[in-house]
């Protein structure tokens, strides 16, 4: 049984930073493109960052490239987002996916094959 386990959000005031993790299970981790998501009340879930299994290349949404980082350690089966600068408009549920062999179009929901629960995060200004 795969499970996405995500943890790390919380309040934080606009400028500051938190790290988000994603602990899976049931999966072989190293052979999954995984992928950070997020949704905010209203709205539809959009692609954040993604780190592909196969070359471990890096792809970001403009609206978070040079603020956040995804990372990832096969050896713990555990994926990262270190959110930095952060803006009220970051406020949403982030969300944590992983795509089996996912090769192209990281940035599409569709491609992922798990997804985990979610955890909040909440910018104030």
């Known amino acids: 049984q795969v499970q996405l386990a995500e943890s790390g959000g919380g309040l934080v005031q606009a400028g500051g930073s938190l790290r988000l993790s994603c602990v899976a299970s049931?999966?072989?981790?190293?052979?999954?493109?995984m992928g950070w998501f997020r949704q905010a009340p209203g709205k539809e879930r959009e692609f954040v960052a993604a780190?592909?299994?196969?070359?471990?290349?890096?792809n970001y949404a403009d609206s978070v490239k040079g603020r956040f980082t995804i990372s990832k350690d096969n050896a713990k089966n555990t994926l990262y987002l270190q959110m930095n600068s952060l803006k009220p408009e970051d406020t949403a549920a982030y969300y944590c996916?992983?795509?089996?062999?996912?090769?192209?179009?990281?940035?599409?929901?569709?491609?992922?094959?798990?997804w985990g629960q979610g955890t909040q995060v909440t910018v104030s200004s």
């Open positions: 996916a992983a795509g089996r062999r996912l090769t192209w179009q990281e940035r599409l929901s569709g491609g992922y094959n798990y």
């Open positions: 780190i592909r299994w196969s070359d471990a290349i890096i």
């Open positions: 049931g999966l072989t981790f190293s052979t999954y493109t």
